[in-house]
C-alpha cells in the first residue's frame, strides 16, 4: 500500500528532488518548460502543484472523501 502524505511532506519530497536531480528551480523549470517564476509561486503555496511536478517527484494525487459522525446541536 501506497504511503499517505499531506501537503507539506509532498513540497519536502519536490523540494529535495529538485536539489538532487535537477540543482536548483531554474534548471527544474527549464525541464518542466515553464518559468522559474511559476515553480517559484508554486513551492510557496500561491499555486497549485501541477501534475507533471508531482510526477517529476513520484507522487500521484488522490481525492478522497471520509465520512464522519453528526451530532445533533
Known sequence: MSERLDRM???RI?????????VNQRTFAER?????????DVM????????AFLK??????ITYFT?????DA
Open 9 to 11: 511532506d509532498v513540497f
Open 14 to 22: 519536490l523540494r529535495n528532488t529538485i536539489r538532487s536531480k535537477y
Open 32 to 40: 518542466m518548460g515553464c518559468t522559474p517564476q511559476y515553480v517559484s
Open 44 to 51: 510557496n503555496g500561491r499555486r497549485d502543484i501541477p501534475a
Open 56 to 61: 517529476a517527484c513520484g507522487v500521484r494525487q
Open 67 to 71: 465520512r464522519e459522525d453528526v451530532i
